[in-house]
T-cell receptor, first 112, second 112 residues
Framework: EAGVTQSPTHLIKTRGQQATLRCSPI?????VYWYQQALGLGLQFLLW???????NRGNFPPRFSGRQFPNYSSELNVNALELEDSALYLC???????????FGEGSRLTVL | DAKTTQPTSMDCAEGRAANLPCNHS???????VYWYRQIHSQGPQYIIH???NNETNEMASLIITEDRKSSTLILPHATLRDTAVYYC?????????????FGPGTSLSVIP
């Protein structure tokens, strides 16, 4: 069974540009979570989607946004990129009524 | 904020048991204890979870105190590949829109 897949693996952008990151959950999983992990730091909760709806949001500015599609895949958009947005962006999926999160390998975003 | 506290770092000799403590003194009756680990630059990996009773799987054992205010993750025979950051989190297992917050975790170094 395929795990959580994220694309792209690496992405390089310049300040002010927009970045789009994609996540495909495990088949049958309806919840998708996004986390930001800056170098050497912990996982910071970004967004949580379930059944196409945004269910909860972390303490990030509105330029961090996303959506979940009918097939439960998800997209994270970061507008007006800043240098400090450089980080590993991790996606996880789960069944809504369980607690186990299954993570992808992440997308590393570098902002120059 | 994370609902758990863990030591920042620990060392363990290869082949010995690694005992990683976690304090969750404000845990609610319907919250489960989950453990994950993150090997350098990879996505976090689910290890084990429990509610009240001790749990064991092929990776580890989880010991939860009777008052549920703390728990210990046990890796019975640590190997070098167990060197990672270990995260302890608590959350409701059934439908809930709570954020899944990871604390800084414990950095475990397994020493040859």
């Amino acid at each position: 069974e395929a795990g959580v897949t994220q694309s792209p693996t690496h992405l390089i952008k310049t300040r002010g540009q927009q970045a789009t990151l994609r996540c495909s959950p495990i088949s049958g999983h309806t919840s998708v979570y996004w986390y930001q992990q800056a170098l050497g730091l912990g996982l910071q909760f970004l967004l949580w989607y379930d059944e196409g709806e945004e269910r909860n949001r972390g303490n990030f500015p509105p330029r961090f946004s996303g959506r979940q599609f009918p097939n439960y895949s998800s997209e994270l958009n970061v507008n007006a990129l800043e240098l400090e947005d450089s980080a590993l962006y991790l996606c996880a999926s789960s069944l809504m009524n369980t607690g186990e999160l299954f993570f992808g390998e992440g997308s590393r975003l570098t902002v120059l | 904020d994370a609902k758990t506290t863990q030591p920042t770092s620990m060392d363990c000799a290869e082949g010995r048991a690694a005992n990683l403590p976690c304090n969750h003194s404000t845990i609610s009756g319907n919250e489960y204890v989950y453990w994950y680990r993150q090997i350098h630059s990879q996505g976090p990996q689910y290890i084990i979870h429990g509610l009240k009773n001790n749990e064991t799987n092929e990776m580890a054992s989880l010991i939860i105190t009777e008052d549920r205010k703390s728990s210990t993750l046990i890796l019975p025979h640590a190997t070098l590949r167990d060197t990672a950051v270990y995260y302890c989190i608590v959350r409701v297992r059934k439908t809930s829109y709570d954020k899944v917050i990871f604390g800084p975790g414990t950095s475990l170094s397994v020493i040859p």
